[in-house]
């Protein structure tokens, strides 16, 4: 049973350029520029439509976890270490001390991300701005023109 894919836009744009330059239409040249690639990556891309067609041209990695995520259980010890200990720290001080003293690695935005998903955290438009109180009027008729005490008209 064949595997059940979908295209994203960019490879569908892929696709149509594949296809013209398999009917001649284009050139490689061409084609590498409408796709901003080298030609040599037009050459790699041409190989592999001739021999699968337009699925060839869909990622490898859909659905697939990231090479560049964290550890499981990490998120969830961090989190409880921030609430138990950090929970009034910002995120930059929350993963340096996290660093300096557990000896724990992430990055500053991977940490905002974990602290805003658990509720300790809140988003910069979240957060209530405080109220400028308005300005009164002043009593005189043109009193704010000239207020910094010169003689001179």
């Known amino acids: 049973m064949e595997e ?7 490879e569908l744009d892929r696709a149509m350029v ?3 330059l398999a009917e001649r239409r284009i050139s490689q040249q061409t084609a590498g520029q409408m796709l901003s690639l080298s030609e040599r990556q037009v050459r790699r891309l041409q190989r592999a439509y001739e021999a699968r067609g337009a699925a060839a041209l869909v ?3 859909r659905g697939k976890p990231s090479n560049r995520r964290l550890p499981a259980g990490l998120r969830e010890y961090v989190v409880q270490l921030v609430r138990d200990r950090y929970a ?3 995120p930059t001080l929350a993963r340096e001390k996290l660093h300096e ?15 805003i998903a658990a509720g300790l955290w809140r ?3 979240e957060r209530r701005r405080r109220p400028q109180p308005p ?3 002043r009593s005189c008729f043109g009193e704010l023109v000239q207020i910094d005490g010169c003689d001179h008209e």
């Open 123 to 125: 988003t910069r438009s």
């Open 135 to 137: 300005r009164l009027r």
């Open 18 to 20: 594949m296809a013209r």
């Open 101 to 115: 003293l557990h000896s724990v690695n992430v990055g500053v935005e991977t940490l905002r991300g974990w602290m």
């Open 88 to 90: 009034d720290f910002g």
């Open 59 to 61: 990622s490898k990695r």
């Open 4 to 10: 059940l894919w979908t295209m994203s836009n960019k």
